[in-house]
């Protein structure tokens, strides 16, 4: 649990006393955040007073009144700004006015309640702006690292997300329009086009949160014993939808247990992503087979297709950040460009590695070789 400080300029006692009641026992927690937060609240009358509980606690967000015996909230606001403290504040007043928003706004206020707030209002800026301090925290921990991941990351993301998105823009807006006709079934086309889109953009974001977990070595792992044919299996079934609609046949071949020491979710996402990739490659009635060995000390994983295939320049760009092979061939097939990245990641975090072999129009062959007990991390 993280404690925010936030102190209260105000003249009134009793919207400083309701501001601690309101926040006496309220937590903000969302699933992206890696713990809940809590507030201690303090309390000043004056601009004075507020100044100087500044200058010895620095809190982490102001709830400033313009109107203050002495010095102004205004007043506060600029010294604030002067000194450059990072502080988000707040203006509590019954007295805004067009010309004091613009002066605050232009020195640095964040937001406005108005004079009398509820307490669902001052629970929604005090549950956005921590919101906002988390992100600031996390870019500034992303900028200490010094990872060049994050711009590709953000650059990426923008990218591939900007044409679906623009996509799907224009379809509902061929649909709020009527273009197409008044009937329902008149947009049948483009509404699937219009969850195909989503689904691509779903994997992309996926696969950019799988990768920086696996490059920032802080996924939560839980090394057991852990069955390689049960999760192939499970995979094989979670993709068989796709692979028939695409008329491929999926094949299995191993021994009916093979077992090593392994995150489950980390062998899931590699065979997720080897037998996702045999399929989207394909060509349609194609084939795929998946073999899985053991010969003692180290586990393979074999995926072959009868695909497209791919040149030996290919070959030799196909494991890096964010690159996806882009020719006549592969330009209508969505993807991110990072799943063998993340595969070719966590075969390393068990001291292994992958392998490619392939011939353009005939297929290809991916291998990953997985130590049974060694691990890297």
Known sequence: MSTLKILV??????????????LRNFRVDYPFMEEAFEFEVLEASTGEAGIEIIEHNFPDILLLDNKLPGIQ??????????K??????????????????????????????PKPFTPQEL??????????????????TLKDT??????????????????????IEGYLKMTRERQLGDK??????????????????????????????????????????????????????TIQPYSIQRDITIKLHGPEKVIMKADVNEIEIILNNLISN?????????????NISDDGDRIK???????????????????????????EKTKNIAGSGLGLTIVKKLAENYCGFIEVSSEPDIGSTFTVILPKEKECL
Do not use: W
Request: proline residues 2%; contains cysteine.
């Open 301 to 327: 994983i074999e995926v072959i297709d009868s695909g497209i295939g791919m040149s030996k320049p290919e070959m030799d760009r196909l494991f890096h950040d964010f690159v996806r092979i882009k020719n």
């Open 278 to 290: 045999a399929i989207k490659y394909n060509i349609e009635g194609g084939k795929v087979e998946c």
């Open 184 to 237: 329902l079934e008149d947009y049948d086309a483009i509404i699937d086009r219009s969850l195909e889109r989503i689904k691509g953009m779903r994997t992309i974001i996926l696969d950019l949160l799988d990768l920086t977990k696996v490059e920032s070595g802080k996924a939560q792992r839980d090394i057991v014993e852990t069955d390689v044919m049960s999760i192939a299996r499970t995979s094989i079934d």
């Open 73 to 82: 909230g205004i007043g506060v606001l600029e010294y604030i700004r002067k």
């Open 123 to 140: 629970k929604g800026s005090i549950e956005n702006i921590t919101k906002k301090l988390f992100l600031k925290k996390m870019t500034q």
């Open 9 to 22: 300029v105000d003249d009134e006692p009793g919207i400083r006393s309701g501001v601690s009641r309101i």
């Open 146 to 167: 010094g990872k060049q991941i994050r711009f590709q990351f953000l650059s990426v993301l923008s990218h591939e997300l900007k044409s679906p998105l623009n996509a």
């Open 84 to 113: 450059q403290y990072k502080i988000i504040v707040v203006m509590i007043t019954s007295y805004a006015s067009l010309e004091l928003a613009v002066k605050a706004t232009n020195d640095g206020a964040f937001d406005f309640i």
